[in-house]
């Protein structure tokens, strides 16, 4: 991870290469426990070597969770809002709610390399499978992650119930702590009554006549298993981790012959496996810390740690005030010395293992796309608290008969992006039409507009153009760029290197937006000059009569400029000058 520069980059690095070995050490783990037995052939040399595997592993893993913690102390703990668990619900579970029944399952430990292993089986079954990643929250603890998942958040944030510790999060005037609340606050967004539960075990062993009768009517059945996490505590985790994906796979299976349709799985945090190669370290007496984390009053330096302060990852105390307080976490594999002694697994702390969590979405399999039928229409909006705004409908074109089909279509994923710019990055922040990640969006075919609020992040300030794409349809859909110029916004941390510079004369595609001739003369003589005064522009346009209507429709013209203007009217005349990039 060490030239890493977005979260994404170390989501995507995790989930494609790192997490195959999580899995194959999780793997060697179970095949030892089952077959490493004192009457094997050759069982004290095989014993000597797997030590070895597994103090080679180890020292792997130090190094990822150091290069992860060197990541969060340059880019901090809380990554952007697409790739947080906190939004999960909103973006992913909420929009496919009406969709037909959707059954999310909660499940309780279920590591990404875990979900990997279930996505491969489930892709064995005709049907759609999609497999994404986010980042749990900190720490990674079932408190915090599970209720974190309900739909919680306001202005970026989650207020805490308690004063202190992590006893669940508020919802308005009542706090979500538990299963029972986490169906209320779901079901509310979504339906406005409260979401139906069941546990995995009742899926599992109930009939399909039973499980149709359990569910009714209701749009979102919530599945929660906590049976990855009880095995892993207990000291058995390993050898019934298999099972629990068997499990899994089979109350999927019987849900969908009940009728459901779509299915979300995701869990509240992942885990690092324990053995005799795990380190002890030890913070205070054995009860100050937990086992992967201390919460303490100040950011304490401690070698081998880092801290990260409550106000930082968006946490509110139950005033509303900013939380007080920090976490410290290992930058390595080892666990606090407490009491506890003896489980499988540990989690809580910031290693990857431990924060990436997965986001599984199983639903029937799409019809192929025509997209030749398809047509795209977008235009600019005002700019919302600094956001970006576009307006964007997706169609299908006019048939023979002059209608227009609707609800037949499925859904197009469409993505934002700048042209000929890979220093910087689109982020949709919320969209109306559909789930949105990172510059994605799946939009349905509908008769009315989406709005798409969004972010155009870089290593500097400016306007630039915009285009909509539709990734999977190669040329089929050209690119569509969209009238009128989009601000920048700086972000430090955003990859690739800061492009050269370049005037705004030598790069002035913005331009082109002004239609009329004399119009665009004004402007481009505004950015190479940097000045123009009401003379010079009444000359360019020809009369008094243009200039003032060139006044009235100022603010309109100065939103398809990549640079600001100011009004100076000191010296008698009004005089327009160029006031930097935006």
Known sequence: LKDASHWEEVRDRYAATAARIDAAHRRFGQLCADKLKPD????????????????????????????????????????????????????????????????????????????????????????????????AELPTITSVGMNALAPLVKDGRMTLAEKKGFGGFRAGEYAVKAPAHRARAMGMRSMNETAHVLDLATVCSDTVATLKRRIGGTKLVLVHSREIDDAGEANLGLATFDHVLQQLKAAWHNLQSAGVRQFVITSDHGFLLQDDTTAEAKYGTRRDPSRRFVLADEARAEIGMVNV?????????????????????????????????????????????????????????????????????????????????????????????????????????????????????????????????????????????????????????????????????????????????????????????????????????????????????????????????ETEITHMLGTSRAFRKFSLDFEKHVRLLPFRVRIDTGAGEKRYLRDGDR
């Open 309 to 533: 302060s409550l106000a930082s990852l968006g946490y509110d105390d139950p005033g509303g005030q900013a939380a007080a307080g920090y976490l410290l976490f290992r930058e390595d594999t080892a666990v606090f010395a407490t009491p506890v002694t003896g489980a499988t697994f540990v989690h809580g702390g910031n290693s990857l293992q431990e924060r990436v969590i997965p986001v599984l979405r199983v639903g029937p399999k799409a019809d192929p796309i025509d997209f030749g039928a398809y047509e795209i229409r977008a235009e600019r909006g005002e700019e919302v608290l600094g956001v970006n705004r576009i307006r964007v409908r997706v169609q299908r074109k006019k048939e023979q008969s002059g209608m227009l089909r609707f609800g037949d279509a499925p859904p197009l994923t469409v993505a934002f992006e700048v042209p000929g710019r890979e220093d910087l990055r689109v982020v949709v922040k919320q969209a109306t039409g559909g789930p949105a990640i990172g510059n994605r969006v799946e939009l349905p075919v509908a008769d009315q507009d989406a709005e798409i609020f969004f972010s155009i992040e870089g290593r500097h300030d400016g306007r630039v153009n915009l285009q909509i794409v539709v990734p999977d349809a190669g040329q089929v859909i050209p690119p569509l760029r969209v009238d009128g110029l989009f601000a920048v916004s700086y972000s430090a941390t955003s990859s690739g290197v800061a492009p050269t510079t370049v005037s705004v004369v030598e790069s002035a595609e913005w331009a082109a937006a002004f239609a009329d001739p004399a119009l665009r003369r004004v402007f481009v003589h505004l950015g190479e000059h940097g000045a123009i005064t």
């Open 40 to 135: 094997l052939p050759h069982f004290v040399p095989l014993t000597e070597v797997s030590g070895r595997v597994r103090r080679l592993y180890r020292q792997w893993a130090d190094r990822l969770g150091r290069d992860f913690a060197r990541f969060c102390r340059e880019h901090g703990f809380l990554p952007p809002a697409e790739l947080q668990q906190r939004t999960l619900f909103e973006q992913v579970v909420h929009p496919l709610v009406g969709q037909g029944t959707v059954a999310l399952f909660l499940v309780d430990a279920l590591r990404f390399e875990m979900a990997a292993e279930l996505a491969d089986e489930l892709r064995k079954v005709d049907g759609l499978v999609e497999l994404t990643a986010r980042f």
